[in-house]
């Protein structure tokens, strides 16, 4: 089974502070992804990367960077944290064979304050 | 990104049978996907269905899908408690785009 792990599944952070969520996955998948969940807006995608070192924006990566320095591992970082970041954070890979679902992480539910 | 609609809000008896359904954009999407969330946790693949199907059944589970009006369907039988839960569905246009409805939520009563 394809095992997707995001290190904390709780965090309270304050205004300001920089934030790094990791997600590290074991099964080898080229794409990994950031999305935050809101309530009535469903997944929104942050960024997404195809390869180590690539990036992409999505729909919503103001306020947010990421990295990929390694294939297994995809982080999400938050420069300088506000209040209407407080949200859940899913992290999810899948293979680049186009055939293929999102696997996803147990997320991360952070707290801004 | 596509838009993907489904309802916010379903409540059924235990015993009787659940349909979520869900209307997406885009026509050139290969697969089509139904997740479930339940509270604190992250999204689990319930099932999926090719485009070029018209049903496809899993246990209790029956996916259907009307392309021509762009319409996807959960179909759950015998629904029990445990299938309270957070239903998302979403539509795969290439290997890199998924795109996801705001999910229903199913309540369950016994």
């Known amino acids: 089974d394809v095992k997707v792990t995001q290190s904390s599944r709780y965090l309270v952070k304050r205004t300001g502070e920089k934030v790094f969520l990791e997600c590290v996955q074991d099964?080898?998948?080229?794409?990994m992804f950031w999305y935050r969940q809101d309530p009535g807006l469903g997944l929104r995608l942050i960024y997404f990367s195809y390869d180590v070192k690539m990036k992409e924006k999505g729909d919503i990566p103001e306020g947010y960077s990421v990295s990929r320095e390694k294939k297994e591992r995809f982080s999400l970082i938050l420069e300088s944290a506000s209040t209407n970041q407080t949200s859940m954070y899913l992290c999810a890979s899948t293979p680049s064979n186009g055939r293929s679902p999102l696997h996803f992480g147990n997320g991360t539910r952070l707290t801004v304050t | 990104g596509e838009d993907v609609e489904q309802s916010l809000f379903l409540s059924v008896r235990e015993g009787d049978s659940s349909v979520i359904n869900c209307t997406y954009t885009d026509s050139s999407s290969t697969y089509l996907y139904w997740y479930k969330q339940e509270p604190g946790a992250g999204l689990q693949l319930l099932t999926y269905i090719f485009s070029n199907m018209d049903m496809k059944q899993d246990q209790r589970l029956t996916v259907l899908l009307n392309k021509k009006d762009k319409h996807l369907s959960l179909r759950i039988a015998d629904t029990q408690t445990g299938d309270s839960a957070i239903y998302f569905c979403?539509?795969?246009?290439?290997?890199?785009?998924?795109?996801f409805g705001s999910g229903t939520k199913l309540n369950v009563k016994p």
């Open positions: 099964m080898d998948h080229e794409n």
């Open positions: 979403a539509e795969s246009p290439n290997f890199n785009k998924f795109y």
